[in-house]
């Protein structure tokens, strides 16, 4: 059975940093599409970053681009993302999800939150001026 758990979220003022950290379990492949989500109150829950974790390959979106890094380590079945310079706008809940426990080859991992089949609880990140 797959889980994901968050931690590292928190509040911090503006220009501060932040690590997420999302502990993976359960899966069987480990060619898998991570991803972390943001949800703001009252917005739709958006992609913020992606890697294969089959190769290291690396998404972002626009938003979050050359702020933030997305990274695995694999000994310690972990994903985090590191967010830099964070704006009020960043704040949200965030998701660690992961997509099918599947062997599948990825170009590109997606960008939907339909396409993730797993989720964790979320961790809060208050991000103040």
């Known amino acids: 059975q797959v889980q994901l758990v968050e931690s590292g979220g928190g509040s911090v003022q503006a220009g501060g940093s932040l690590r997420l950290s999302c502990k993976v379990s359960?899966?069987?492949?480990?060619?898998?599409?991570m991803g972390w989500f943001r949800q703001a109150p009252g917005k739709e829950r958006e992609i913020v970053a992606a890697?294969?974790?089959?190769?290291?390959?690396?998404s972002y979106a626009d938003s979050v681009k050359g702020r933030s890094m997305i990274s695995q380590d694999n000994a310690k079945n972990m994903v985090y993302l590191q967010m830099n310079s964070l704006k009020t706008e960043d704040t949200a809940m965030y998701y660690c999800?992961?997509?099918?426990?599947?062997?599948?080859?990825?170009?590109?991992?997606?960008?939907?939150?339909?396409?993730?089949?797993?989720w964790g609880q979320g961790t809060q990140v208050t991000v103040s001026s």
């Open positions: 359960g899966y069987t492949y480990r060619r898998i599409c």
């Open positions: 999800a992961g997509a099918a426990d599947l062997d599948i080859w990825y170009a590109e991992c997606p960008y939907t939150q339909e396409e993730y089949t797993y």
């Open positions: 890697i294969y974790t089959g190769g290291g390959r690396t």
